[in-house]
């Protein structure tokens, strides 16, 4: 399986796949080449997805509001429409729920492959000051 393989496709990050790349907002932006639209879902809540987001410049079609991820999968089905339906997952969430919702699941070590983006140690984003007067 290829994660660009024809088609329109949407493709949702799970937030610790995407937390697991070492360029997450350069992995993300390189997604939207090949996909009609490209999110973003996590079990965390909406404050700490939409904070690590905004920090790296990543610009989601959709995100996962007050729901959990598999409510998010069912209402992104229904209001985007593609040939595939893909999540990248670290293993968070469970496959076969996935694969029952309609999704296709990709482990984010495979979809790094084959699009060539590194899972290791985050790059600070661009802009980041070192604070050293926090706790």
Not at 22 to 50: K, W
Not at 56 to 72: M, S
């Amino acid at each position: 399986m290829s994660i660009s393989d024809g088609g329109g496709m949407t493709l949702a990050f799970e937030l610790s796949a995407l937390q697991s790349l070492t360029e997450p907002g350069t992995a993300f932006a390189d997604a939207r080449r090949f996909t009609e639209f490209t999110g973003v879902v996590t079990e965390a809540g909406p404050d700490r997805l939409a904070r690590f987001t905004r920090r790296r410049r990543i610009r989601p079609d959709f995100t996962t509001r007050k729901e959990g991820i598999l409510e998010t999968l069912e209402r992104v089905m229904a209001e985007y429409e593609a040939d595939r339906y893909v999540l990248v997952t670290d293993g968070e969430t469970d496959r076969e729920p996935v694969e029952a919702a309609g999704w296709e699941y990709l482990p984010v070590e495979e979809a790094a492959a084959a699009a060539d983006w590194t899972v290791g140690a985050q790059r600070k984003p661009d802009g980041d000051v070192e604070r050293t007067d926090w706790p």
